[in-house]
């Protein structure tokens, strides 16, 4: 079996969905078109969503560091992922989103 593509996922300031390509809506079990306009923390799992809003804070300030997380994928399980989300910001430094990339990982 070949090793799928990295995962892109784009959202925007408040966290919802610009864009997903294949291989992201792959990793988190959903079509495309489910995950344009939803937000991000949807597929968070409850416990994680404290930690993940302080990841999406620490983007919005400019932080560029890799990070690993536990993705919700839409059937409920879970998936691990090594994310570098870049944050986006406009010429003014008013925070745009985040691009990441998340790659499937094998360990917790």
């Known amino acids: 079996m070949t090793k799928p593509s990295d995962g892109i996922w784009i959202i925007d300031s408040d966290g919802s ?42 983007k919005q300030r400019g932080d560029v560091k890799p990070f690993h997380f536990r993705l919700r994928r839409k059937d409920g399980s879970a998936i691990w992922v090594d994310v570098q989300g870049t944050p986006m910001h406009n010429v003014a430094g008013e925070f745009l989103g985040i691009v990441g990339t998340f790659r499937v990982s094998d360990n917790p």
């Open 17 to 58: 969905t610009l864009y997903a390509n294949a291989a992201m809506s792959e990793i988190l079990g959903a079509e495309p078109t489910e995950l344009l306009g939803k937000t991000s923390f949807t597929y968070v799992f409850p416990e994680d969503l404290d930690a993940a809003r302080h990841l999406f804070e620490s």
